[in-house]
């Protein structure tokens, strides 16, 4: 709620609280919608370039490069180097924020973009050490892809039980009032926590 006081919604402000809500939620959605696009390309051109040419692993962004000379001829290495910087881009400031919320609201700091950076300094020098963070990891020679592969697998594993907590948290009426989550989005959280749950169990069997 301290965020949404600072853009002049107190508690006692139903529509100003409903507006802001319902623009978060096509935020999320429109994100999600574009994100799971944007996947499906990427997985549909690997397979169309990469499969098709017998490549099913690539442990070096060098080797990323390399295979897109299979799409873009000569201009694969121009074309590896836009697509990098327009994802970084896009990413660091996500990431990177969505680290500095969890440790602002573990800590109990102010928190939130919309303030300015004398009013919450701790959370945008998180956001600031995420990033140099970053910068060394890549300075002392770590392997970005292989980085990549493991964050997937933590983000996997911790999919699950985060999904659980979302979902009993936004049942608890003591909390949201009457902005607690309805059957149908309820019913659709439990799924995805059954899905990302089940779906690494069944492919590590043998």
């Known amino acids: ?19 802001h809500l319902r623009a978060m939620c096509s935020d999320v959605v429109a994100g999600m919608s574009s994100g799971v696009l944007v996947m499906f390309a990427i997985m549909v051109t690997s397979a169309a370039t990469l499969g098709k040419a017998g490549i099913t692993t690539v442990s070096t962004a060098e080797e990323a490069a390399l295979a897109l000379e299979l799409l873009a001829g000569s201009a694969a290495r121009l074309l590896f180097t836009l697509g990098i910087v327009g994802t970084g881009l896009l990413a660091v400031p996500v990431l990177a924020g969505s680290t500095s ?4 609201e573990t800590f109990g700091w102010r928190e939130g973009l919309g303030l300015k950076m004398t009013q919450a300094k701790a959370f945008y020098m998180v956001i600031v050490g995420s990033m140099v ?9 770590t392997n970005p892809v292989r980085m ?13 039980p985060f999904i659980v907590v979302i ?3 936004s049942r608890r009426r003591y909390l ?16 995805a926590a059954t899905v990302s749950a089940v779906l690494p169990v069944l492919y590590l069997m043998p």
């Open 133 to 141: 963070v970053g910068m060394l990891m890549n300075m002392i020679g």
């Open 176 to 191: 949201l009032g009457q902005h607690v989550s309805g059957r149908v989005s309820t019913w659709l959280v439990a799924a």
């Open 167 to 169: 979902l009993l948290l």
């Open 101 to 104: 919320y969890a440790i602002a």
């Open 1 to 19: 709620m301290e965020e949404l006081q600072d853009h002049g919604m107190a508690s006692g402000d139903g529509d100003g609280v409903d507006t």
């Open 148 to 160: 990549l592969y493991w964050a997937a697998i933590l983000n996997g594993l911790a999919a699950p």
